[in-house]
């Protein structure tokens, strides 16, 4: 049996909107085997158990590429990663999906071939180029060719995912956005990305609380989430810094201090005790075929 193993991802990282993402200790995993008819699907919503399945398409993107043909299968999913929160679960799907393929037929794939497939399905590299190697990734898209760098992450940096009890959808958190943004505001922009990446590295969190306040998508997508300033104010008082991960509506909020990580957790669960909450550190690995 083939089993793949994929990490939660948080994408944008406050300043850096579809190009920053962050690989962390929460995983999703998809096994594959042969089965005696077309498909079959368990581990997930019946909505979601037919040929539209995420994992399956990229299964099938990931055996015409190899050109083999798409064999029958059975995909059993052990899922961690809250669906349409923000944390990358459809990231998890397509590079299960593919490294699934990869794995079945041993196709070779190299992590560069995957991150183009991948991407060309998610439709931008944030998640999925964490999702595959770990690490803080920042990427852009040069003429439809990925290109990913990656940066450690001071180890002593704690990631408290915290959790909402309601979705906000991805396509309402892009439509929200307006269509235009300044020179200005594109200048402070790439200043405090570029400067918010060196903070991961370096573990400053006093820096990383300056530099990840966002301009460009957050401001907006704040008005999705009822409950954002509750949030933040509840890290800031506890030695934190708090960015909506991906679309939202999970928040993450960053310490240095794991007992300032558990007085975050237990205060939102005073203020929302329906909020699902995880004390994370950054995955180094990216998804394993296990
Ligand atoms: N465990 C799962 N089983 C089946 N389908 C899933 C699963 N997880 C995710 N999906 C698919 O991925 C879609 C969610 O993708 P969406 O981009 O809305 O959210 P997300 O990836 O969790 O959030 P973000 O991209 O902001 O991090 C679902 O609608 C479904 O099609
Ligand atoms: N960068 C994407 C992540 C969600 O898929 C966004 O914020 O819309």
């Not at 794991?258 to 950054?282: C, M, Q, R, Y």
Request: glycine letters at 8%; one cysteine or more; charged letters at 20%.
């Amino acid at each position: 049996m083939i089993k793949i193993s994929v990490p939660a991802t948080s994408a944008n990282l406050g300043v850096g909107f579809d190009c920053l993402g962050l690989a962390v200790s929460l995983y999703s995993a998809a096994s594959f085997e042969p089965y005696d008819v077309k498909l079959t699907i368990s581990g997930c919503a019946p909505k979601y158990q037919s040929e539209d399945n995420l994992i399956y398409r990229a299964f099938v993107k990931g055996c015409q590429f190899l050109q083999k043909d798409v064999p029958n299968v059975k995909i059993t999913i052990d899922n961690h990663i809250p669906i349409s929160r923000g944390l990358g679960s459809s990231a998890f799907c397509i590079v299960a999906g593919l490294m699934g393929a990869d794995a079945w037929f041993d196709g070779g794939l190299s992590k560069e071939q995957l991150l183009d497939l991948a991407t060309e399905i998610e439709g931008h590299p944030d998640n999925v180029s964490p999702a595959i190697y770990g690490n803080l990734g920042a990427s852009f898209i040069d003429e439809n060719e990925v290109q990913t760098v990656h940066f450690e992450v001071a180890a002593d940096l704690h990631f408290v995912a915290l959790i909402p009890d309601y979705q906000v959808s991805t396509e309402k958190a892009r439509q929200i956005l307006p269509k235009e943004m300044s020179y200005q505001t594109a200048i402070y922009q790439i200043g405090h990305a570029v400067a918010l990446s060196k903070a991961f590295e370096i573990g400053d969190l006093k820096l990383i609380k300056s530099a990840i306040v966002d301009k460009m998508h957050e401001p907006y997508r704040s008005q999705l989430i009822p409950d954002y300033q509750a949030a933040k104010e509840i890290c800031q008082d506890n030695a934190g810094v708090m960015y909506i991960s991906g679309s939202g509506s999970t928040m993450m909020a960053i310490t240095t201090d794991g007992d300032a990580a558990d007085k975050i957790i237990s205060n939102i669960k005073k203020s929302f005790p329906n909020w699902e909450t995880h004390h994370l550190s950054v995955d180094t690995k990216g998804a394993t075929a296990i």
